[in-house]
């Protein structure tokens, strides 16, 4: 048996996952989350990968993993290496929720902001129930990749420079993993200020930036000194990719921006409350907003 081996990895927690599995089917979605909370996010994050055949209602219950190519072409990373960096960030921004809301988690309304294939909305499940979960992406193949996975909760194609977000309603928490790491400096202007009026107003918005030292990994590196030094002169750096443009502007590529440039462009609508830095995936900071 190897050391990944499904029997290795989880049977510790045999007896809570078998209570688990007992009780799913007929459990209310309002109660899910309380029933997973017998096992840790790891183990319930491992049981999406490993599907252990022991546990047929639980599996039932638990979304299916895109392919290894997917998880690689969209996420850098595939596996139980990818799904420790998401456990990580779903771990620190929970903890972080926890430690400063008066809201408890299950009880707030999530959205996760570009959520590709459901990589994140997927860990959410543990902590809200379904019926709370959103998700947005501008790109269809996302969710339609989530629903053949069979990621729960609200999923909503929105627009690539949005004005408003397909859900009428306002969000206690937000996060956007992975996304303005990619976006604009039209569109990064744009989703924050749109994403403003979509926050509760004690609510909570966690996105990823990226350090200047991603340029030395970006293209092997080349041009990666003049790209630090755009970053640090104009506080944003923006590298198209190769798409059709959106009134004039490529809207998607590679970014990364200054938390000073940050902290300008938000100026009055939304607060720095906080960073983390994860030295399991060091090219994604993770900066809490608060409304203004
Ligand atoms: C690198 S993927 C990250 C997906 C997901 N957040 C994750 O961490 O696995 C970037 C995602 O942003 C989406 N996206 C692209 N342009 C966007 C925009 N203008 N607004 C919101 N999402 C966008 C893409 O379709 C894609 O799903």
Redesign the pocket.
Known sequence: MSAESPGLSISFWDRELAAVDAAISTTAGSEIPQLLQRVPLDVFALLQLERPSSWPNLCAFLPTMPSGQVQES??GAQGRELLRMSVDFVTRMVARYRGGSRKPLVDSDVL??????G??LRLMHRYVPEDRIYG????DQ?LELCRSCGVRGHLAL?????DALPFARSFDMIY????L???SRR?TLR?LSTLRRCISRQGWLFVTIRPEEYWHYHDGGEEAAERIAAHRRDGFCFVPHDRVPIDGDV??GDTTFTLDWLSDAIDGDWIIAGTDYSMGDLLQVVVTLRPF
């Open positions: 969209w996420n996760d902001f570009g959520c590709g294939w990589r994140l947005v992406d501008p790109w996302s929105s627009d690539y420079v949005p956007a993993f992975s996304v790491t990619h976006l569109t989703v809207t998607y």
